[in-house]
């Protein structure tokens, strides 16, 4: 079952809301990914977790907080996003975190904010 | 020089021919070599995945790798119209992270 899941499929918040988005994956995988896609672009890492530890974290702005709860479950909480934040937000998982590992995508979460 | 150049298309071709995706990468380090297909709205998913020089084929899929010239390529044959959709080419960088670096995608529109 090579399966990454997602919710919510889609959200719209205002500028002072505050969500959170889920992934989680049942593959065994310890290492998690959050990617950030605006449209006609490849996607771009936020965030990397390795046996449940961040590692990887690419200079994203502190309103994007990631959370790793255990090795199947990834959170992004958002608050006070900009609307230059809409995007498609896509969780992967692989299995350690390493190189030659392939990277198993989500369906991912569309992301408006007004 | 971007970390992994595809030339963004569209690249057009008809029916039943083969299609041919280029990649480019400047790593010379990066062991390990990926495609990805993504429809328009929907996520990316694995088509192929390359770690030596050579060629891999799976079903219709061929990729095809050369490190000496630092390029990947994918051929796609007998192309379909579901073949329509942006394909991504992902590398690893030379340090053991795990980070994908991703090409800006070719977009190919196969016409019936």
């Known amino acids: 079952d090579t399966e990454v899941t997602q919710t919510p499929k889609h959200l719209v918040m205002g500028m002072t809301n505050k969500k959170s988005l889920k992934c989680e994956q049942h593959?065994?995988?310890?290492?998690m990914y959050w990617y950030k896609q605006k449209a006609k672009k490849p996607p771009e890492l936020m965030f990397v977790?390795?046996?449940?530890?961040?590692?990887i974290n690419e200079s994203v702005p502190s309103r994007f907080s990631p959370e790793c709860p255990n090795s199947s479950l990834l959170n992004l909480h958002l608050h006070a996003l900009q609307p230059e934040d809409s995007a498609l937000y896509l969780c992967?998982?692989?299995?350690?975190?390493?190189?030659?590992?392939?990277?198993?995508f989500g369906p991912g979460t569309r992301l408006l904010v007004l | 020089q971007k970390e992994v150049e595809q030339n963004s298309g569209p690249l057009s071709v008809p029916e039943g021919a083969i299609a041919s995706l280029n990649c480019t990468y400047s790593d010379r380090g990066s062991q390990s070599f990926f495609w990805y297909r993504q429809y328009s709205g929907k996520s990316p998913e694995l088509i192929m995945s390359?770690?030596?020089?050579g060629d891999k084929e799976d079903g219709r899929f061929t990729a095809q790798l050369n490190k000496a010239s630092q390029y990947v390529s994918l051929l796609i044959r007998d192309s379909q119209p579901s073949d329509s959709a942006t394909y991504l080419c992902?590398?690893?960088?030379?340090?053991?992270?795990?980070?994908?670096?991703f090409g800006q995608g070719t977009t190919l529109q196969v016409k019936p």
């Open positions: 992902a590398v690893h960088g030379s340090g053991n992270t795990g980070k994908l670096i």
């Open positions: 593959m065994g995988h310890r290492a």
């Open positions: 977790y390795s046996y449940e530890k961040l590692s």
């Open positions: 992967a998982s692989s299995q350690t975190g390493t190189n030659q590992e392939t990277q198993y």
């Open positions: 390359i770690y030596s020089n």
